[in-house]
C-alpha cells in the first residue's frame, strides 16, 4: 500500500472514531497508568524524547498522549502525523509510524485507546523496503506483559531439540519480567491465541510460517536481516533492504514479525548452537531497548536494519 493509501485509510477510522465520539464518547472513565511514550527516528537508533505517565485520563488516546508532550502537526483531520517537535516526514518514503506494546498499529493513533502498562513508540523512518513493520522488539517485555488492545495472552516458548539451554535462558528472561511461561516442543503447535517464542537454529525453524516470512525479506516480515546457505549465514540489511554485512558461526536473531492479523511470533534463532543461546541471553529490557530488531555476534548486539558503513 503507498504511503498516501495508508494515509487516506488511516484519515477514514480518524473520521469514524470521531462520529462514534460524538455520538457515544469514549468518555472520561477512571483512567490508567503506568503508560511511557517514546519518538525516536531512524529505526530507533536516535531517541528524540520520552515521557512516562503514571497516570492518565480514562478517554486518552495514543494522539492525545502524543499531543499533550509534543508539538505535533496533523493532516487528514488529524489522523495523520506530518511532524513532531518539527521533524517531519518527506514524500521520499520517509514516514512517522507507531506500535503499542511492540505491534504496529493498524488504525489511526486518534482511533487508539491507550491501556494499563502500554509501552507507545513512535519512529520516523525510511519505508523504501517495506511500509509495514508489523513488529518489533524494542519494547520488550511487551507485548509478554500487557499483552494487545489491553488483553494479555498467553505465552508459549517452542523448543528446537538441541536448545535445551536456550530454551532455558528465554524462559528465565519472561519469567523474571513477571510473564507466566508454557514450555512445548518445537512444532507442537500452540494455536493463534496466544503469544508464541520460537527458539532454535534457524535450519530447524525455516519451516514454520514466521521465518517463511523473514525469509521473503523485509517486505513480507519487516525484518532487516536474511539467512543464507541452509542456515549458516545471517545477512544484515540497511532500511532499502541491500546486504550491508554477513556473518557466519556464532551470530544469532532476536526479531519478531506477524502475518496479518494473527499475533506476533518472536524468534530467537542462529546460524547454529552458540548464536542461538547468545540470541537468547540477550532477551532483556536494557539490550533490546528501542531496536526493531537484534543481530548477536561475537562483534556485539548489532541493530537492524544495519546503516551502510556499519
Not at 472513565?29 to 503508560?35: A, H, I, L
Given at each position: 500500500?503507498?504511503?498516501?493509501?495508508?494515509?487516506?485509510?488511516?484519515?477514514?477510522?480518524?473520521?469514524?472514531?470521531?462520529?462514534?465520539?460524538?455520538?457515544?464518547?469514549?468518555?472520561?472513565?477512571?483512567?490508567?497508568?503506568?503508560?511511557?511514550?517514546?519518538?525516536?527516528?531512524?529505526?530507533?537508533?536516535?531517541?528524540?524524547?520520552?515521557?512516562?505517565?503514571?497516570?492518565?485520563?480514562?478517554?486518552?488516546?495514543?494522539?492525545?498522549?502524543?499531543?499533550?508532550?509534543?508539538?505535533?502537526?496533523?493532516?487528514?483531520?488529524?489522523?495523520?502525523?506530518?511532524?513532531?517537535?518539527?521533524?517531519?516526514?518527506?514524500?521520499?518514503?520517509?514516514?512517522?509510524?507507531?506500535?503499542?506494546?511492540?505491534?504496529?498499529?493498524?488504525?489511526?493513533?486518534?482511533?487508539?485507546?491507550?491501556?494499563?502498562?502500554?509501552?507507545?513508540?513512535?519512529?520516523?523512518?525510511?519505508?523504501?523496503?517495506?511500509?509495514?513493520?508489523?513488529?518489533?522488539?524494542?519494547?520488550?517485555?511487551?507485548?509478554?506483559?500487557?499483552?494487545?488492545?489491553?488483553?494479555?495472552?498467553?505465552?508459549?516458548?517452542?523448543?528446537?531439540?538441541?536448545?535445551?539451554?536456550?530454551?532455558?535462558?528465554?524462559?528465565?528472561?519472561?519469567?523474571?519480567?513477571?510473564?507466566?511461561?508454557?514450555?512445548?516442543?518445537?512444532?507442537?503447535?500452540?494455536?493463534?491465541?496466544?503469544?508464541?517464542?520460537?527458539?532454535?537454529?534457524?535450519?530447524?525453524?525455516?519451516?514454520?510460517?514466521?521465518?517463511?516470512?523473514?525469509?521473503?525479506?523485509?517486505?513480507?516480515?519487516?525484518?532487516?536481516?536474511?539467512?543464507?546457505?541452509?542456515?549458516?549465514?545471517?545477512?544484515?540489511?540497511?532500511?532499502?533492504?541491500?546486504?550491508?554485512?554477513?556473518?557466519g558461526a556464532g551470530a544469532g536473531l532476536v526479531a519478531a514479525t506477524a502475518d496479518h492479523a494473527a499475533t506476533p511470533t518472536w524468534i530467537v534463532t542462529g546460524t547454529d548452537s552458540?548464536?542461538?543461546?547468545?540470541?537468547?541471553?540477550?532477551?532483556?529490557?536494557?539490550?533490546?531497548?528501542?531496536?526493531?530488531?537484534?543481530?548477536?555476534?561475537?562483534?556485539?548486539?548489532?541493530?537492524?536494519?544495519?546503516?551502510?558503513?556499519?
Amino acid at each position: 500500500m503507498s504511503r498516501w493509501a495508508r494515509s487516506a485509510l488511516t484519515a477514514v477510522a480518524a473520521t469514524l472514531v470521531a462520529v462514534a465520539a460524538a455520538g457515544c464518547g469514549l468518555g472520561p472513565g477512571p483512567g490508567t497508568g503506568d503508560v511511557t511514550l517514546t519518538v525516536t527516528r531512524g529505526f530507533g537508533s536516535k531517541r528524540l524524547g520520552a515521557v512516562a505517565a503514571p497516570h492518565v485520563p480514562g478517554s486518552e488516546t495514543v494522539m492525545r498522549m502524543l499531543e499533550r508532550s509534543f508539538n505535533v502537526q496533523t493532516r487528514y483531520g488529524g489522523g495523520f502525523v506530518e511532524s513532531i517537535d518539527g521533524l517531519s516526514g518527506s514524500s521520499s518514503r520517509l514516514d512517522w509510524f507507531y506500535y503499542v506494546n511492540g505491534i504496529e498499529a493498524t488504525v489511526g493513533a486518534a482511533s487508539t485507546a491507550v491501556h494499563r502498562g502500554d509501552r507507545i513508540w513512535w519512529d520516523l523512518h525510511d519505508w523504501s523496503a517495506t511500509n509495514s513493520v508489523p513488529a518489533v522488539v524494542g519494547s520488550f517485555p511487551e507485548p509478554f506483559l500487557h499483552g494487545m488492545g489491553g488483553r494479555r495472552y498467553p505465552t508459549t516458548v517452542q523448543c528446537a531439540a538441541d536448545s535445551s539451554s536456550a530454551c532455558a535462558t528465554v524462559t528465565n528472561a519472561l519469567s523474571k519480567e513477571g510473564v507466566p511461561v508454557a514450555s512445548q516442543t518445537f512444532g507442537t503447535g500452540s494455536g493463534t491465541d496466544s503469544l508464541n517464542v520460537l527458539v532454535g537454529p534457524w535450519r530447524e525453524l525455516q519451516q514454520v510460517l514466521a521465518a517463511e516470512l523473514i525469509d521473503r525479506g523485509p517486505a513480507s516480515s519487516g525484518v532487516y536481516a536474511r539467512f543464507t546457505s541452509g542456515g549458516r549465514q545471517l545477512q544484515l540489511l540497511d532500511p532499502r533492504g541491500g546486504v550491508v554485512r554477513t556473518l557466519g558461526a556464532g551470530a544469532g536473531l532476536v526479531a519478531a514479525t506477524a502475518d496479518h492479523a494473527a499475533t506476533p511470533t518472536w524468534i530467537v534463532t542462529g546460524t547454529d548452537s552458540a548464536g542461538v543461546l547468545a540470541a537468547a541471553q540477550a532477551l532483556t529490557p536494557t539490550r533490546l531497548h528501542d531496536r526493531f530488531a537484534l543481530v548477536v555476534s561475537g562483534r556485539g548486539d548489532l541493530p537492524v536494519p544495519l546503516q551502510a558503513g556499519s
